[in-house]
């Protein structure tokens, strides 16, 4: 079955007419995602891949029934983005955008976490889950139907990943990004409920990084969990006090929080099975399946 996304979401694409919201909305049609229409303020009445635009999330909900919506807008403008999408009544919001402020960041979680409303981002690959749809960037023929979910902080390490458990005839339910900054909008723990109750998913992968303490905070859901979970944090030889490619990923100096060690006992105490580097990850799953 998978999680977040799945036969009932019906899409739109704010920014939709700008050039990567039209191409990475061309992508995902293709892979037979359901997007019914498209939003960009002042440009209601166009057309872009024979779907409507609209100028606001509401109007999109009214006419089409939207109840899901992927972001293509600069950082300048998504916190307003994301806000008319939650105000809207949305209940799946991926803010594929980088380099948001974190108070910008700060106003659009409380807003989302008030509403019930599902964010993921901003800073994020997005979510697929294969043989339905896909929200965001990444390669949908990375991606096979399965019944292993994950959820990462790094776009690039989770194609990766899922790359190597096609390899060994094991597929995806569902692949949540989190985002890679600082403060997103949905925590890891939040999506480990849901994968435990999904009766389509059997395993989760945590693809984690250096930074933050949201693979600790898991860590103790996972302790109460009935399905395996397999760990893999990046980031092992990274110096502290030096940010390593996301904004999230940096080590406090004084190198207690936020270290692949501390990310690594808090795992392992829970009873997360741990993999030392991502080829790891499919033999640890297929173990303990």
């Not at 992968?205 to 399905?227: D, H, R």
Request: aromatic share 4%.
């Amino acid at each position: 079955m998978g999680i977040l996304l799945d036969e009932n979401t019906a899409a739109i694409v704010q920014g939709m007419t700008g050039r990567i919201g039209s191409i990475q909305a061309k992508w995902m049609l293709e892979y037979g995602t359901n997007i019914v229409a498209g939003v960009t303020p002042g440009k209601g009445g166009e057309e872009v891949h024979g779907l409507p635009v609209y100028d606001d999330v509401y109007k999109a909900v009214e006419e089409k029934g939207a109840n899901a919506s992927v972001i293509f807008v600069p950082a300048a403008f998504i916190r307003e983005a994301v806000l008319e999408a939650i105000d809207a009544g949305l209940k799946l919001v991926v803010a594929v955008t980088e380099h948001v402020p974190v108070h910008d960041v700060l106003k659009m979680k409380t807003a989302a976490e008030q509403k019930g409303t599902w964010l993921l981002g901003p800073n994020t690959p997005g979510v697929i889950t294969p043989g339905v749809g896909k929200l965001g960037i990444m390669p949908g023929n990375m991606f096979t139907k399965g019944r292993i979910g994950i959820i990462s902080r790094s776009g690039t390490l989770s194609y990766e990943v899922a790359g190597l458990l096609n390899e060994i005839g094991l597929g995806q339910s569902t692949l949540a990004g989190v985002g890679g900054d600082p403060v997103v909008g949905t925590r890891m723990i939040n999506l480990l409920k849901e994968f435990e109750a999904d009766p389509g998913t059997d395993a989760v992968i945590i693809v984690g990084e250096i930074g933050g303490s949201s693979e600790e905070e898991a860590a103790g859901f996972i302790k109460t969990m009935n399905k395996p979970v397999v760990a893999y944090i990046a980031g092992r030889t990274a110096p502290s006090g030096r940010r390593m490619g996301h904004a999230g990923a940096i080590i406090s100096k004084d190198g207690q929080v936020g270290t692949v060690q501390s990310k690594e006992e808090a795992l392992k105490e829970a009873g997360a099975l741990l993999a030392e580097k991502p080829a790891d990850v499919p033999g640890l799953i297929k173990k303990h399946l």
